[in-house]
Nanobody
Framework: QVQLVESGGGLVRPGGSLRLSCTASGMIFSINHMAWYRQTPGKQRELVALISSGDSTNYTDTVKGRFTISRDNAKTVLLQMNSLKPEDTAVYYC???????????????WGQGTQVTVSS
């Protein structure tokens, strides 16, 4: 089995910073990409940032220049969030596309989510 465990959410004032961390564990042969999504009540889950196995990155327009996705090691992804705004408030989910054995398909895995609240 594969698990993604997130940490680092919380309450922060507008303009503040938070760092989210997500570590993958279990039977893992290789990881294609790791990403962060977020979701607010009544809305679809949206991609925030993604980092490929080659370390190329993509960001949604609303976080460009404020958020940075990076890898701490092969199985841990970080999301540094600066200049946070109230509209960044959401549950943030870690996502990874993982192959558990050689020559098998990649599957999508999700963390349990961590709440980020930006409020004064």
């Amino acid at each position: 089995q594969v698990q993604l465990v997130e940490s680092g959410g919380g309450l922060v004032r507008p303009g503040g910073s938070l760092r989210l961390s997500c570590t993958a564990s279990g039977m893992i042969f290789s990881i294609n990409h790791m990403a962060w999504y977020r979701q607010t009540p009544g809305k679809q889950r949206e991609l925030v940032a993604l980092i490929s196995s080659g370390d190329s990155t993509n960001y949604t327009d609303t976080v460009k220049g404020r958020f940075t996705i990076s890898r701490d090691n092969a199985k841990t992804v970080l999301l540094q969030m600066n200049s946070l705004k109230p509209e960044d408030t959401a549950v943030y989910y870690c996502n990874a596309k993982i192959r558990q054995r050689a020559y098998r398909d990649f599957w999508n895995y999700w963390g349990q989510g961590t709440q980020v609240t930006v409020s004064s």
